[in-house]
């Protein structure tokens, strides 16, 4: 799933949480209620990117993410699926490569923490530590 703005993710749950509400699909109602409630704390948080206002995607994303170990966690994996719609789409290594060995190229390879924090700033939401790793170790 692509989107267009920062902020985009957050207005498609909320319109799936009406759709689900018509639907009378009370599993997945329940389910996107607890996420928009959660955004909405977030959302009150001095550490949300946008303090006070709208929760950028990259946010939404890492709360889906913690949403997804939790339902594995409780035995809950019916939920999965649900998250799972709402999740970026994956990047291949290429793409990946793509991306990352322009931003690479100007830092000491030696310095891991650099490579990092410059991996999470341009992959944003797709971001993957061990992924992140295994292309830092093929250089």
């Known amino acids: 799933m692509k989107y267009n703005n920062q ?11 009406r759709k689900a ?4 699909d009370t599993v997945k109602r329940d389910l996107l209620r607890v996420i928009v409630s959660e955004i ?45 719609l709402y999740m970026p789409k994956a990047m291949t290594d290429q793409e990946m490569w793509d991306i990352l060995i322009p931003v690479f190229n ?12 410059a991996a999470k700033d341009a992959l944003g939401s797709n971001f993957d530590g061990k992924r992140v790793n295994n292309v830092i170790k093929q250089l």
């Open 21 to 24: 509400m018509l639907e009378k």
């Open 40 to 84: 909405e704390r977030i959302s009150k948080l001095p550490t949300t990117k946008l303090f006070g206002k709208d929760v950028v995607d990259e946010e939404v994303v890492v709360l889906l993410k913690k949403g997804i170990e939790n339902a594995k966690l409780c035995h809950t994996e019916f939920e999965i699926p649900i998250y799972e």
């Open 106 to 117: 100007p830092i000491s390879k030696t310095n891991i923490g650099e490579l990092m924090k």
């Open 7 to 17: 902020y985009m993710l957050q207005d498609i749950i909320k319109a799936d949480l």
